[in-house]
């Protein structure tokens, strides 16, 4: 977790991560949604509730969905225009 040691303030004692970084914080929301990222296999299609599950795994401030945005937002993950399937994005979709 190299550079993400700087999100050890954000995991509770289950090791989830408890609250998503303030407005300010950007680097370590950035971070925190490379993190989620990495818990996707490439090349394979999720479904959203796949998508919510794996997220949930990670956190425990119950909003996957907010965290499913923000890693669309951010082009970690892409989707189907109706939200149905979703895929880690690979270097060269960007």
């Known amino acids: 977790m190299e550079d993400f040691q700087i999100l050890n ?8 991560f408890d ?5 300010k914080q950007k680097k370590k929301q950035a971070l ?3 993190f989620l990222a ?3 296999e490439s090349g ?3 479904s959203e509730m796949e998508v919510n599950e794996i997220l ?3 956190h425990s401030f119950n909003d996957p969905a907010t965290l499913r945005r ?10 189907t225009l109706d939200g ?3 895929w880690l994005v690979e270097e060269k979709d960007n």
């Open 9 to 16: 303030g954000y995991l509770n004692e289950e090791g989830k």
């Open 19 to 23: 609250r998503f970084p303030g407005k």
């Open 32 to 34: 925190m949604l490379q």
């Open 38 to 40: 990495q818990k996707f």
């Open 44 to 46: 394979k299609k999720y």
């Open 56 to 58: 949930n795994q990670y």
């Open 70 to 79: 923000l890693m669309f937002g951010s082009k970690l993950i892409n989707r």
């Open 84 to 86: 149905k399937s979703y």
